[in-house]
């Protein structure tokens, strides 16, 4: 019998953090932790909100500048001027 190579690259067990600009439906995934507080200096006059705590009826919040993303978590990059504390409606 002969020796067999086989190379195989691994795979990601732990699921990417997805920020999706909400203006375009345009979106990067992280593999690794950000903090917010860098992801809203690369996008100034834009916040960062998880979309797990969106809710129509409810006000969007933004994460603390001092948070990271969780890896697996999706979240949503919103221009501040439209909707920094606004009331999320049913149509948005």
């Not at 903090?35 to 006000?59: H, I, K, S, T, W």
């Amino acid at each position: 019998m002969g020796n067999q190579m086989c190379c195989v690259q691994p795979s990601r067990t732990t699921a990417a953090a997805k920020v999706i600009r909400w203006e375009d439906g345009s979106f990067e995934e992280f593999w690794e932790t950000v903090n917010v507080g860098e992801m809203m200096m690369d996008n100034p006059q834009q916040f960062v909100c998880d979309y797990g705590n969106l809710q129509a009826g409810r006000r969007i919040a933004a994460l603390n500048a001092e948070e990271h993303l969780a890896l697996g978590s999706v979240y949503f990059l919103l221009p501040m001027q439209k909707y920094l504390r606004r009331v999320l409606s049913a149509s948005d």
